[in-house]
């Protein structure tokens, strides 16, 4: 009885052994191959659930943008949505009488805001993303900020395009503890992402 029990010792202490790719180096459980890294969220740059993406665009650019800085940072997401939604005349440049002219020609002009924003006390971080229309803010941001008050919270606005002269980027009449002056391109990908949100040192 013995001789059978030491028999089927040795067998299962064969069969673990077997079992092992390296028997020499011990294993960890924390130790991720390096196979398992290319669907692996390597580079992150999380922030607490205090953090909130807010976005206004017309087109897809600055919502995608505005995706992965939400999934970067884990972020929550609220959408700027105008009264009345901007067409394909409306953002025609080269006419004077555009909307998108006679808007941004008139710096006062605040366009309504069809949705609010609600919980706004949760949040300490807010990013701020919009495109540059004639090298300026959309005044549709203006409306944003006019609308609450951010006392006590920290604001970043960055600029979805190309580098331009972000000197005309005024957010000087309040007096929240904003920060302004950023912008990334609107091809940008996540590790650009979070490459930027990694040199705020939030």
């Known amino acids: 009885?013995?001789?059978?029990?030491?028999?089927?010792?040795?067998?299962?202490?064969?069969?673990?052994c077997g079992t092992n790719i390296n028997p020499d180096k011990e294993t960890d459980p924390n130790d991720t191959d390096i196979s398992d890294l290319?669907?692996?969220d390597v580079d992150s740059a999380i922030l607490d659930n205090s953090s909130l993406t807010v976005f206004f665009g017309v087109n897809d650019e600055v919502e995608r943008i505005a995706d992965l800085l939400m999934m970067s940072a884990e972020t929550s997401q609220f959408q700027i949505v105008p009264g009345v939604l901007y067409d394909e005349e409306d953002m025609d440049l080269n006419d004077p009488n555009s909307r998108i002219n006679r808007e941004q020609n008139d710096p006062a002009f605040r366009p309504d805001i069809s949705n609010s924003l609600d919980l706004l006390d949760q949040y300490d971080l807010i990013f701020v993303l919009y495109p540059l229309w004639k090298d300026r803010v959309p005044n549709i941001i203006y409306s944003f900020l006019d609308a609450y008050d951010f006392s006590g919270k920290k604001l970043i606005m960055l600029a979805v395009g190309e580098k331009t002269d972000l000197s005309s980027q005024d957010?000087?009449?309040?007096?929240?503890?904003?920060k302004s002056g950023f912008y990334i391109s609107p091809n940008a990908q996540k590790n650009d992402v979070v490459r930027w949100l990694n040199g705020l040192n939030l």
């Open 171 to 178: 957010f000087s009449m309040y007096s929240w503890n904003i």
């Open 38 to 40: 290319v669907d692996m």
């Open 1 to 16: 009885m013995k001789r059978v029990f030491l028999i089927l010792l040795l067998f299962f202490m064969v069969c673990s």
